[in-house]
Each structure stands twice: as structure tokens, then as C-alpha cells.
T-cell receptor, first 116, second 115 residues
Framework: DTEVTQTPKHLVMGMTNKKSLKCEQHMGHRAMYWYKQKAKKPPELMFVYSYEKLSINESVPSRFSPECPNSSLLNLHLHALQPEDSALYLCASSQDLSGPSSYEQYFGPGTRLTVT | AQSVTQLDSHVSVSEGTPVLLRCNYS??????LFWYVQHPNKGLQLLLKYTSAATLVKGINGFEAEFKKSETSFHLTKPSAHMSDAAEYFCVVSDSYNQGGKLIFGQGTELSVKP
């Protein structure tokens, strides 16, 4: 199974709402990632988890809060977002963060987020 | 520092004709190079990867790419385009000494395939 799943597929939220994005993989991968992708642009890395610990935070605003409850799950908690945060949020996983295998990332289909 | 430049933001071909998507990279060390494809409203799918083995790399769906160190290029080719190839393609670089897991994406090339 080489699939990364993400829920929900679409999310519309107001600027005062609290919501969460979920990501799951069952490939035994120990590294998981959150990316943000605006239209017609490449993905931008937000967070990296390795062995359930936060490894990289690319200076993401605190209104985005990641969580890795176990090695298969990755959440992104959203609070007080701005309209400019509307984007496709992609989750990815890789075997680990060591060596060439770390760069072969498997992506989920994404959550299309609209902030109103 | 590593970087990657995709030389065309948009490429249009007719079905059945060859595809060439161009990518140049810059890396201080031996790079790992990838091509990812993204169909509309979908996630990214790995097409192929180069990690210092054979310089001609074969991927899925008939795509291949050749690593040319002297030209710092990693162009993606396919002999005959299919309508289903219409998508956004990203050339990606990372190197063995980079912080684990960080991919550097090109700006993308949108491939259109005309019937």
C-alpha cells in the first residue's frame, strides 16, 4: 500500500473557526510532511516530523499547529486563519530523513481549504 | 545552495508527438533529482528519480530523464504524448548533504496535449 490519505477533501471555514486536517499513511514511513500549495505554484514546505517529533518548522504562523499522534497519523490544527491561507494543503511521507530515501516522498491528494 | 530552474512555464504538444520538459539544477554536492507530476486537483506523484546510479532514468508511463552533469541538466522526455499526460510537472532537487527531507522545487511546467 503506497497511499497517503487526507481528509477532508474540501474545507470551507470562517476566520474565527477551529478545524483540523488529517493525514494517514500505512507504509511504515517515519517522516511526515505538511506542504501548502497556492494555484500555479510549487508546494511550500511547512512542517516535517521525524519519528513523531517535530524536525522542521519553516517559520509557519502559530495559527497553524501540527500534531503527530503516532507514526501513521499527522494532523494540522487550524485556528483564526486569514483569507490568504486559502490553498491546497498537501501531506507527504517518506521512509525517514536519512539518505536518498528521505527525498522520495509520497503525497496525498490534498485538502482544498477556503477561508472566508 | 541548491536550486532548480525549469526553463519553460508552459509546453504544448500534439498527441503522439514527443515531449521535452527542460530542467537545470545547481548543487554543491552530488544531487538527487526527481520529476513529480500533478494532475488537476490532485496530489503529486513521483515520475522518476536519479540518485547517482545510471544516468538515464526510466520512470512510469513511458517517461525518462537523463542526468547530464556537464550541462547540469535533467530533462524529462517521452517519445509519444498521450492526452492523459496533460498536467503540471515539477523538477525537484536535493543533495546528500542537505537537511533531511527538504525538497527544492522548480516553478513547474504545465504540459498541454492537443488532440
Amino acid at each position: 500500500d503506497t497511499e497517503v490519505t487526507q481528509t477532508p477533501k474540501h474545507l470551507v471555514m470562517g476566520m474565527t473557526n477551529k478545524k483540523s486536517l488529517k493525514c494517514e499513511q500505512h507504509m511504515g514511513h517515519r517522516a511526515m510532511y505538511w506542504y501548502k500549495q497556492k494555484a500555479k505554484k510549487p508546494p511550500e514546505l511547512m512542517f516535517v516530523y521525524s519519528y513523531e517529533k517535530l524536525s522542521i518548522n519553516e517559520s509557519v504562523p502559530s495559527r497553524f499547529s501540527p500534531e503527530c499522534p503516532n507514526s501513521s497519523l499527522l494532523n494540522l490544527h487550524l485556528h483564526a486563519l486569514q483569507p490568504e491561507d486559502s490553498a491546497l494543503y498537501l501531506c507527504a511521507s517518506s521512509q525517514d530523513l536519512s539518505g536518498p530515501s528521505s527525498y522520495e516522498q509520497y503525497f496525498g491528494p490534498g485538502t482544498r481549504l477556503t477561508v472566508t | 545552495a541548491q536550486s532548480v530552474t525549469q526553463l519553460d512555464s508552459h509546453v504544448s504538444v500534439s498527441e503522439g508527438t514527443p515531449v521535452l520538459l527542460r530542467c537545470n539544477y545547481s548543487s554543491s554536492y552530488s544531487p538527487s533529482l526527481f520529476w513529480y507530476v500533478q494532475h488537476p486537483n490532485k496530489g503529486l506523484q513521483l515520475l522518476l528519480k536519479y540518485t547517482s546510479a545510471a544516468t538515464l532514468v526510466k520512470g512510469i508511463n513511458g517517461f525518462e530523464a537523463e542526468f547530464k552533469k556537464s550541462e547540469t541538466s535533467f530533462h524529462l522526455t517521452k517519445p509519444s504524448a498521450h492526452m492523459s499526460d496533460a498536467a503540471e510537472y515539477f523538477c525537484v532537487v536535493s543533495d546528500s548533504y542537505n537537511q533531511g527531507g527538504k525538497l527544492i522545487f522548480g516553478q513547474g511546467t504545465e504540459l498541454s496535449v492537443k488532440p
